[in-house]
């Protein structure tokens, strides 16, 4: 797809990232909670975030968003302080067209402006889309985690 534009996320669009949310859910792919006011609290909200995008076309219509996070001390997810931590959700209807690549490309950039080296991604190991997209993205796999395949990206040092 040639023209996904990618932009910050904002609190108004809570409810068209809800929507493909639960769309992803109704498909057996996300666990996670999907509601409005979820979306606002843990992903465009959150006091940790270093990015949380959405990737759209001309039409103005939401296609998927990608959320990083400082891994603070003592996080949930056991992840070093320091790195980031990331999330990706694109909606079925706009699957294997880009949207998750482009929106790598800007969640990377906003990891260098914040001083991140490295990214975790935390994977389900029935989820091929999911780990065959962070491969192709350069993640690799680094530790399991209560089942959890986790992946690490490095940032290259020229950047
Ligand atoms: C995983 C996910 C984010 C991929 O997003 P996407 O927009 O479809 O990915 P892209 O089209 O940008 O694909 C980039 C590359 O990832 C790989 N990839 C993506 N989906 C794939 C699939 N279903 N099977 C194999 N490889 C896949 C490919 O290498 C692809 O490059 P190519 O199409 O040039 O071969 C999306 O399918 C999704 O939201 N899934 C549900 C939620 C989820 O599992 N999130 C990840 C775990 S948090």
């Known amino acids: ?57 001309a039409q103005g219509h939401i296609l998927g968003m990608q959320s990083l996070k400082h891994a603070r001390d003592g996080n949930i997810y056991g992840v070093t302080q320091g790195w980031g931590i ?21 969640s990377r950039d906003a990891a260098r402006r914040a001083g991140v080296r490295s990214i975790d991604a935390t994977i389900q190991p029935e989820n091929a889309e999911g780990l065959a997209y962070y491969e192709a993205m350069g993640f690799r796999d ?11 990206y490095e940032l290259p040092v020229d950047m």
């Open 86 to 106: 990331i999330g990706t959700h694109v909606s079925p209807d706009a699957a294997r067209r880009g949207v998750g690549r482009a929106l790598f490309a800007a």
């Open 1 to 57: 797809m040639s023209d996904i534009r990618i932009r910050p996320a904002a609190p108004e669009d809570a409810p068209a990232i809800s929507d493909f949310l639960r769309e992803l859910a109704a498909r057996g792919k996300r666990k996670s909670p999907s509601d409005v006011d979820f979306v606002r609290i843990h992903y465009i909200g959150h006091p940790d975030r270093i990015a949380c995008s959405v990737a759209l076309v």
């Open 142 to 152: 680094y530790r399991v985690s209560g089942g959890a395949i986790c992946k690490c």
